[in-house]
């Protein structure tokens, strides 16, 4: 973790011996040598250095933390635990170790150790907004609301926009009946997460449980719009409609229909998605490993874990992650996407290939594993057999609009534009509001020049399900390109640019439009940055070509 390196760079240099022991300096250098191997995923070799560290200096609480974390990290909690033990024996109010030995006994269910140290840390740093909320979550598992609050309300005494303290503040009120203050935070939730469906969800519930259950089914049909596949705001939206007449308090609880995670490690996760959006991939594994220890079949902890490591360059160990997740787990299509990035940044596609074929031997229903089986052949250009592996997701799910629109981009790529487009009619008769495959016609339209009028209508309900979608705004610019209208078609196409500036095509639309507007020396401009961006040597070249045909016309 980068606070040991912190702490134990400020000691060792600080320290009067540094410039007269050779053991102090040598043990800095194995030290740092141990951080570097474990960021690189060396575990082994990170501990042999370490522990070179430590027997240089046998006194340093930090460097047994930082060993204390290889071991997380290898799943070696015991080790891990007596280091901590001793790190915080030679120092007390060494925070970090305080806090990651907390995490072990949480892991173990040590509820009542982990609390002390969170109380620990607390009064060293009575701000401390981690060992709060760390500290609520344990309350809360054990039911006892009150302090859970308690310990969430004083995160937002002095930081009222926390967003996990007012997460869990909303839906521990939820629980307590406090329905009123609940909403208080959720709503403040909502101002500051305007497009959270589980905020939503919450929401509805709490509508539900006072008796209003127009205003709930208002919430539902909103976390809709966010995520069209959510089974549990379909579901409410239905038990709403069933129990609008009569609707009882009675017959439901919050505690059943929000989505409180009942585990104590719940903030734990909470933190570690944090720390992986703040990049501090490091610590967000460590954070993870924490929770496998507890429970090593949460899938999503996996994801997470697959996230930090890859944010590592540990990429064969994210894989390795996301292969645990079982093929009927409800994670694996969120998986099975990142497994097939994986693959080709680790340059493994062929023994993406080889591992997927034989997951496929063992659950041969699964669509999921067609799709990536797919889009590894799709990334080496094997079209017939990326088409070919659709071809059997579709008989096993000849409904899944997933399948149906993957086959039509890979049917358009081998060159049958036709097929293609049959292929998105059928998205469309499955999902009308379906953004991706309205977008594929309405642009299919625009670009051979017909039924414009249909592509305008086509493409701005693709937007409107997905407004910030660059390459859906690109498509309405071209749209307007090809029905003259050269003013809207730029307004338009800088909005695409600003979404999706690397995009070699959209800014080549951009130079195009300028061109007939007159403003030959932006289309150059933007036809040159358009060639610097394309990777394909084929395109590339006929770029050029088209660049020196403008520069005539200029």
Same mark, same amino acid.
């Given at each position: 973790?980068?606070?040991?390196?912190?702490?134990?760079?400020?000691?060792?240099?600080?320290?009067?011996?540094?410039?007269?022991?050779?053991?102090?300096?040598?043990?800095?250098?194995?030290?740092?040598?141990?951080?570097?191997?474990?960021?690189?995923?060396?575990?082994?070799?990170?501990?042999?250095?370490?522990?070179?560290?430590?027997?240089?200096?046998?006194?340093?609480?930090?460097?047994?933390?930082?060993?204390?974390?290889?071991?997380?990290?290898?799943?070696?909690?015991?080790?891990?635990?007596?280091?901590?033990?001793?790190?915080?024996?030679?120092?007390?109010?060494?925070?970090?170790?305080?806090?990651?030995l907390s995490g072990l006994y949480l892991?173990?269910?040590?509820?009542?150790?982990?609390?002390?140290?969170?109380?620990?840390?607390?009064?060293?740093?009575?701000?401390?907004?981690?060992?709060?909320?760390?500290?609520?979550?344990?309350?809360?598992?054990?039911?006892?609301?009150?302090?859970?609050?308690?310990?969430?309300?004083?995160?937002?005494?002095?930081?009222?926009?926390?967003?996990?303290?007012?997460?869990?503040?909303?839906?521990?009120?939820?629980?307590?009946?406090?329905?009123?203050?609940?909403?208080?935070?959720?709503?403040?939730?909502?101002?500051?997460?305007?497009?959270?469906?589980?905020v939503l969800l919450d929401l509805g519930?709490?509508?539900?449980?006072?008796?209003?259950?127009?205003?709930?089914?208002?919430?539902?049909?909103?976390?809709?719009?966010?995520?069209?596949?959510?089974?549990?705001?379909?579901?409410?939206?239905?038990?709403?409609?069933?129990?609008?007449?009569?609707?009882?308090?009675?017959?439901?609880?919050?505690?059943?229909?929000?989505?409180?995670?009942?585990?104590?490690?719940?903030?734990?996760?909470?933190?570690?998605?944090?720390?992986?959006?703040?990049?501090?991939?490091?610590?967000?594994?460590?954070?993870?490993?924490?929770?496998?220890?507890?429970?090593?079949?949460?899938?999503?902890?996996?994801?997470?874990?697959?996230?930090?490591?890859?944010?590592?360059?540990?990429?064969?160990?994210?894989?390795?992650?996301?292969?645990?997740?079982?093929?009927?787990?409800?994670?694996?299509?969120?998986?099975?996407?990142?497994?097939?990035?994986?693959?080709?940044?680790?340059?493994?596609?062929?023994?993406?290939?080889?591992?997927?074929?034989?997951?496929?031997?063992?659950?041969?229903?699964?669509?999921?594993?067609?799709?990536?089986?797919?889009?590894?052949?799709?990334?080496?250009?094997?079209?017939?057999?990326?088409?070919?592996?659709?071809?059997?997701?579709?008989?096993?799910?000849?409904?899944?609009?997933?399948?149906?629109?993957?086959?039509?981009?890979?049917?358009?790529?081998?060159?049958?534009?036709?097929?293609?487009?049959?292929?998105?009619?059928?998205?469309?008769?499955?999902?009308?509001?379906?953004a991706d495959a309205l977008n594929f016609?309405?642009?299919?339209?625009?670009?051979?020049?017909?039924?414009?009028? &249909? $592509?305008?209508?086509?493409?701005? /309900? *693709?937007? %409107?399900?997905? #407004? @910030? !979608?660059?390459? +859906?705004?690109?498509? =309405?610019?071209?749209?307007?390109?090809?029905?003259?209208?050269?003013? &809207? $078609?730029?307004?338009?196409?800088? /909005? *695409?640019? %600003?979404?999706? #500036? @690397? !995009?070699?095509? +959209?800014?080549?639309? =951009?130079?195009?439009?300028?061109?007939?507007?007159?403003?030959?020396? &932006? $289309?150059?401009?933007?036809?040159?940055?358009?060639? %610097?961006?394309? #990777?394909?040597?084929?395109?590339?070249?006929?770029?050029?070509?088209?660049?020196?045909?403008?520069?005539?016309?200029?």
């Amino acid at each position: 973790m980068k606070r040991f390196l912190i702490t134990i760079l400020f000691v060792v240099l600080a320290s009067p011996a540094c410039a007269v022991s050779g053991e102090t300096g040598s043990s800095l250098f194995s030290f740092l040598k141990g951080y570097e191997s474990s960021q690189s995923g060396r575990y082994d070799e990170a501990i042999g250095h370490f522990k070179a560290a430590l027997s240089r200096d046998p006194g340093s609480a930090s460097i047994r933390g930082e060993l204390a974390v290889v071991y997380v990290k290898k799943g070696e909690y015991d080790r891990a635990e007596t280091l901590l033990k001793e790190a915080v024996q030679i120092d007390p109010k060494n925070r970090d170790s305080l806090m990651l030995l907390s995490g072990l006994y949480l892991s173990k269910n040590k509820l009542d150790d982990a609390r002390k140290l969170y109380e620990r840390c607390i009064a060293m740093d009575d701000e401390d907004t981690e060992a709060y909320l760390f500290l609520g979550s344990i309350y809360a598992g054990q039911k006892n609301y009150r302090q859970a609050a308690e310990n969430y309300e004083q995160v937002l005494s002095y930081e009222d926009d926390n967003i996990s303290a007012l997460a869990y503040a909303a839906k521990i009120y939820g629980e307590m009946k406090e329905y009123e203050r609940s909403r208080k935070y959720y709503e403040k939730l909502l101002l500051l997460r305007p497009n959270s469906e589980t905020v939503l969800l919450d929401l509805g519930t709490l509508s539900e449980l006072e008796g209003k259950p127009d205003e709930a089914a208002g919430y539902y049909k909103r976390a809709l719009m966010v995520n069209p596949a959510s089974k549990k705001a379909r579901a409410r939206i239905a038990a709403v409609s069933v129990q609008k007449e009569h609707l009882d308090k009675g017959t439901i609880e919050f505690e059943k229909l929000s989505d409180l995670d009942r585990d104590d490690l719940s903030m734990r996760e909470s933190i570690g998605s944090l720390l992986i959006a703040e990049g501090s991939f490091e610590e967000a594994i460590c954070e993870f490993s924490l929770i496998l220890a507890s429970r090593p079949t949460y899938d999503k902890a996996r994801l997470y874990m697959a996230m930090a490591l890859q944010g590592t360059g540990q990429l064969k160990q994210a894989i390795g992650q996301l292969l645990k997740i079982d093929s009927k787990s409800p994670e694996f299509g969120a998986a099975s996407k990142s497994l097939l990035s994986l693959y080709v940044k680790a340059g493994s596609v062929d023994e993406g290939i080889v591992r997927t074929q034989k997951l496929i031997k063992k659950d041969s229903t699964n669509t999921d594993l067609y799709l990536l089986l797919s889009g590894l052949y799709e990334e080496k250009t094997d079209y017939g057999k990326a088409i070919a592996a659709l071809e059997k997701a579709r008989d096993v799910a000849p409904t899944d609009t997933e399948v149906l629109f993957q086959l039509g981009t890979l049917v358009d790529k081998s060159g049958d534009h036709d097929k293609a487009t049959t292929y998105m009619e059928e998205v469309l008769k499955i999902e009308p509001d379906h953004a991706d495959a309205l977008n594929f016609i309405g642009y299919s339209y625009a670009e051979k020049g017909i039924n414009l009028d &249909k $592509a305008e209508e086509m493409v701005k /309900k *693709a937007l %409107e399900k997905k #407004p @910030d !979608d660059g390459y +859906i705004r690109d498509s =309405l610019a071209w749209v307007f390109y090809m029905k003259g209208e050269y003013g &809207k $078609a730029l307004a338009e196409i800088l /909005k *695409a640019a %600003e979404s999706e #500036p @690397d !995009d070699s095509e +959209i800014i080549e639309h =951009l130079s195009d439009i300028y061109a007939k507007l007159g403003q030959y020396d &932006k $289309a150059l401009e933007s036809l040159r940055t358009s060639i %610097e961006l394309e #990777p394909k040597k084929d395109r590339k070249k006929a770029l050029e070509e088209k660049l020196k045909g403008l520069q005539q016309h200029r």
